[in-house]
T-cell receptor, first 114, second 118 residues
């Protein structure tokens, strides 16, 4: 069965440090996509970054990068130089080939300390 | 519009009452999704529209829940005879194309409607 696991319910990180949020996935499909979303206290889910299963390079978007290790089925989010505004819930999600559904993890609550 | 708009942002109702939650997706987005998010959890899929039709309503928990999208744009999620267990944040999202979610076809979410059933 397809599943997303985020093992860190919460994390505290000092401002300006880098942080890695863990995500492992389980699927037998060869074609899939991995997404990270940020959900601040305002409630809106904000798309951060995407990695396709056939992409050879790790995805990067500004301070966000995705450490994609296909053999280990992990897709960790790395935030460099963390800022106070990065404090939020972070969700990892997976889509399967040509599908419209996202399978979601339980999320990690990230708190950036000044 | 510029983003996905959901109204009301907060709704408090009494057990047994009827509730409607509205979603106005991004203009031109074909697909529309409803999710439910309970405290401390990831979103849970409810229903998905391609245009005007509900392509997949397998996530609706029971027949008290119903959703429509009559003109292929605005959607309304309707909950009859509300129960305390229906309390959650109801998220609406839209995407440009109906299939093949990817970096070029992401779900864009609204801020959600927080429903509290007393």
């Amino acid at each position: 069965a397809q599943k997303i696991t985020q093992t860190q319910p919460g994390m505290f990180v000092q401002e300006k440090e880098a942080v890695t949020l863990d995500c492992t996935y389980d699927t037998s499909d060869q074609s899939y996509g991995l997404f990270w979303y940020k959900q601040p206290s305002s409630g809106e889910m904000i798309f951060l970054i995407y990695q396709g299963s056939y992409d050879e390079q790790n995805a990067t978007e500004g301070r966000y990068s995705l450490n994609f290790q296909k053999a280990r089925k992990s897709a960790n989010l790395v935030i460099s130089a963390s800022q106070l505004g990065d404090s939020a819930m972070y969700f990892c999600a997976m889509s399967l080939d040509s599908n419209y559904q996202l399978i979601w993890g339980a999320g990690t609550k990230l708190i950036i300390k000044p | 519009g510029a983003g996905v708009s959901q109204t009301p942002s907060n709704k408090v109702t009494e057990k047994g009452k009827y509730v409607e939650l509205r979603c106005d997706p991004i203009s031109g987005h074909t697909a529309l999704y409803w999710y439910r998010q309970s405290l401390g959890q990831g979103p849970e899929f409810l229903i998905y529209f391609q245009g005007t039709g509900a392509a997949d309503d397998s996530g609706l928990p029971n027949d008290r829940f119903f959703a429509v999208r009559p003109e292929g744009s605005v959607s309304t999620l309707k909950i009859q005879r509300t129960e305390r267990g229906d309390s959650a944040v109801y998220l609406c999202a839209s995407s440009l194309r109906s299939t093949g979610l990817s970096g070029a076809n992401v779900l864009t979410f609204g801020a959600g409607s927080r429903l509290t059933v007393l």
